[in-house]
């Protein structure tokens, strides 16, 4: 669920502090992203929210929300409804974000 070796990565590359602000600022923008992804105007706003959400989450280490949001993606990419991959990613952000929080990573 999450990379515990790319938040080490990221804690060395930046320090702890950083980390932290880099951690808030991903989890306040995850959840901002998030809620503009349900109400979507069409695939293509989808498709954008999508790939931002996926680099983020992959570049803090939320790997298993980083290939949700990459299959999403190619399913806005084709039209398909993203509401459902919108349920899947919010489900694993959430947990994820609890263990992150659990492990004090903040």
Known sequence: MIS???IRELKEEVGEEDFAEI???F???TEAALAQ???AA???EAEALLHSLKGSALNLGFED???MCREGRARAAYGHGWAEEHAR???TYEASKALLL???EL
């Open 102 to 104: 659990s492990a004090g």
């Open 37 to 39: 992804l349900l109400s």
């Open 23 to 25: 951690a808030t600022l």
């Open 42 to 44: 069409d695939a293509d």
């Open 89 to 91: 990613i919010a489900r």
């Open 65 to 67: 929300m980083g290939l």
């Open 27 to 29: 989890l306040d923008e």
């Open 4 to 6: 515990w070796e790319r």
